[in-house]
């Protein structure tokens, strides 16, 4: 299968990795992966700050972006949600292929569960806002990570709150953002895992940076990572 | 609303160690009530749907309702006045109350009443208003403000209502923090007002067009006490509450209770149709308040906030509600459904409280009537962003117009990118403390994934 990847501006610019992982995995999986240079980001960060002029302008590049293509997968509940949920309120095109988050194109699209990655860590999961409520993935990410060999998957408690992230929320609402923030740090501190995943860089990047300031010793993965590891 | 609004109230209330506990306590308990009840009825989502559709029925011709309204209740024997503002609402429940030579009024638990500050407009024409609901009464002794729309002392513990019961009550010397006893030291002071009383005052949860019946929900049987005892009797409703049919009560009195206080049915439904003789009040009065509301209208996104029933279930859900609490949205509607409907109702009053939320949609989830608050609260910011001056908030316009600038083409935001990694360098660059307070920031890679990709092809 040809898949078109859309690493959005934040993997892009400061996780590439989650990029390089998505690409070795889903070559793995036997897929054809293509990355059209000309994309840049999907517009939600300025449709969610109020700047819909500059947020339609992306979203209608975004569009032209990937007309070609036979599917779009996003390492990104939120960006994928923004695409599909967010565009039309915008007035802007829908795109011509389907959008997909990444656990949604591995268990509905390529119909697997068990990707053939080895991780022996301690894990738990925190399921993101967007793929919760936006994509509502429901387990698939959970399915995904429980036939990984080697792996000690732990339940996150509460894990439906929000880390408190919201995009400019964090800083317009830092001090809100940030008591948020500490209750989900004490939740994954709770659970003794080494990681905390998730299918969103941003949110990660968020419960990383409470972790990484606390020198909690935990640290955080993309969904896309896990699956990527071999033995 | 405060100069710098919702940021810095929060920012008090988030230091309030008891008001956290208490809070997330309350808020926890109720969630996972709603949720039991709401898990055992299998139809729950076309339940939601029905309520959407109905609402959105009434909101589309809530002009002719509301004239419907007015025929049926006045053919039922009541009296229907109409209230453009908070002013004239108060101006006619005041002269009533006054023709009728009351100097106290027993009052439900209403959200209308509270948000045209009747209480204090009574008190100047010398007129007592006596809220009944156990928590309004809470609030009422405390000279406290409320901070719930369902439960308005939530943020009091049993503690705290102990200790103010027994400096505001008589013979509660004794008195235990047991519900039982704080609820029957209430009972006793109400009791004998109830029964003095000639004038009672309530809001509505719906008024219905096809037959003129007004319809309240409560816990406590006060509610009832109120809208039966006195001779006079007189209902403050916001226009938006009124439904077009009978049946429509159907729908409605599965989803609110369930989603309110996470009880399969709510203890009392009072339904009263104009006057009867022998029987209830001999006089009712209905005023239809307005104040803000056909503006609200007039916005095809913003207008499904007047949609909403009132049931809070969106503050329990909201992780930024259950940690401030509600005074620091500065509004007798406070959570999600505030930060939606407050700004609309007070243009330029409130223009922080659209950034009041981490847009985790848990409020659109439980929303029994499918309110997209979310998307309400994205397109609020659209405007407040449109409506700004030259230069106000330039640093954030500026940082948007760059970024706007850079993701127009794939060649400046490889240049951003490659002055992201020099910047990098700074562990706490100006203008993000925000982040910096509490956070790290993540270290720049090495090469960006495009320049990888170009890279490795």
């Known amino acids: 299968m040809r898949v078109s990847l859309f690493i959005t501006c934040l993997a892009d610019t400061l996780f590439p990795q989650v990029g390089r992982a998505t690409v070795a995995l889903l070559e793995r999986l036997g897929c054809r992966v293509d990355f059209p240079e000309d994309q840049t980001c999907c517009g939600q960060m300025h449709f969610n700050s109020g700047y819909e002029e500059q947020a339609r302008r992306l979203a209608e590049r975004f569009t032209e972006v990937f007309a070609g293509a036979e599917v779009v997968v996003v390492p990104s509940a939120s960006c994928a949600g923004m695409v599909r949920e967010g565009f039309p309120h915008l007035g802007a095109p829908a795109p011509g292929p389907p959008v997909l988050e990444l656990s949604e194109f591995l268990v509905d699209r390529l119909g697997v569960e068990d990707v053939g990655a080895s991780f022996p860590h301690r894990v738990t999961y925190h399921p993101t806002c967007h793929s919760l409520r936006a994509l509502k993935v429901g387990d698939r990410p959970l399915r995904l990570l429980r036939a990984v060999r080697g792996i000690d998957l732990v339940e996150l408690p509460e894990a439906d709150q929000c880390c408190g992230f919201g995009g400019t929320f964090a800083v317009k609402n830092a001090d809100t953002s940030t008591a948020m923030l500490a209750d989900k740090v004490r939740a994954v501190l709770d659970t003794r895992a080494e990681i905390c995943a998730a299918g969103d860089a941003s949110c990660l990047m968020h419960i990383g940076g409470g972790l990484a300031r606390q020198r909690a010793g935990t640290r955080t993965l993309h969904l896309a990572e896990i699956l990527a590891a071999t033995e | 609303m405060s100069a710098q609004g919702f940021p810095r109230a929060a920012r008090e209330a988030l230091t ?336 922080t409280l659209p950034w009041a939320s981490s847009l985790c949609g848990a409020c659109y989830e439980v929303c029994p009537v499918k309110i997209d608050i979310p998307r309400v609260l994205v397109h609020l910011r659209g405007k407040v962003v449109r409506g700004r001056k030259r230069g106000e908030d330039a640093p954030e316009r500026a940082a948007m117009a760059l970024m706007g600038y850079a993701f127009d083409d794939p060649r400046r935001l490889r240049l951003a990118q490659r002055l992201a990694r020099l910047g990098g360098r700074v562990r706490r660059p100006p203008g993000l403390s925000g982040w910096t307070d509490a956070r790290e920031l993540p270290e720049p890679p090495q090469e960006s994934f495009r320049q990888w990709w170009a890279r490795r092809r």
Request: glycine share 10%; hydrophobic share 40%.
């Open chain 2, 16 to 351: 309030d160690s008891q008001l956290r506990a208490n809070l997330g306590n309350a808020t926890r308990t109720i969630r996972a009530k709603r949720a039991g009840v709401v898990e055992e009825l299998p139809d729950w989502e076309a339940l939601r749907e029905a309520g959407r559709a109905i609402k959105e029925r009434t909101l589309l011709g809530l002009d002719g309702w509301l004239e419907q309204l007015e025929t049926s209740v006045t053919a039922a024997g009541g009296t229907v006045h109409w209230a453009r503002d908070a002013g004239e609402a108060n101006r006619i429940v005041s002269d009533l109350v006054a023709a009728e030579g009351a100097e106290e009024v027993v009052k439900v638990k209403s959200l209308a009443t509270d948000e045209i500050g009747l209480n204090g407009a009574l008190a100047e024409r010398g007129i007592a208003a006596i809220e009944t609901d156990l928590a309004e009464l809470i609030i009422q002794l405390g000279d406290d403000e409320q901070s719930h729309i369902l439960v308005p002392a939530i943020h009091r513990n049993r503690a705290e209502i102990r200790a103010l019961f027994r400096r505001a009550l008589a013979g509660t010397d004794d008195l235990t923090d047991e519900p039982a006893a704080l609820a029957e030291a209430a009972r006793r002071h109400l009791r004998e007002r109830f029964l003095r009383a000639r004038v009672g005052i309530s809001g509505a949860n719906f008024g219905v067009a096809e037959t003129g019946t007004i319809c309240v929900v409560e816990s406590e049987g006060n509610g009832r006490m109120c809208t039966t005892l006195p001779e006079t009797l007189i209902t403050v409703m916001g226009i938006e509450k009124v439904l077009p049919e009978w049946r429509d009560l159907e729908v409605m009195l599965q989803l609110l209770p369930r989603s309110s206080t996470g009880e399969r049915m709510n203890p009392y439904t009072s339904l009263w149709t104009g006057v009867r003789s022998g029987d209830g009040p001999r006089r009712f009065h209905l005023v239809l308040l307005d104040n803000g509301r056909t503006n609200v209208l007039a916005d095809e996104v913003g207008r499904q906030a007047l949609a909403c029933i009132r049931c809070s279930a969106c503050l329990n859900a909201c992780p930024v509600y259950s940690r401030v609490g509600g005074h620091a949205y500065e509004s007798i509607y406070p959570g999600p459904i505030g930060a939606i409907l407050t700004p609309q109702l007070r243009p330029g009053e409130a223009d």
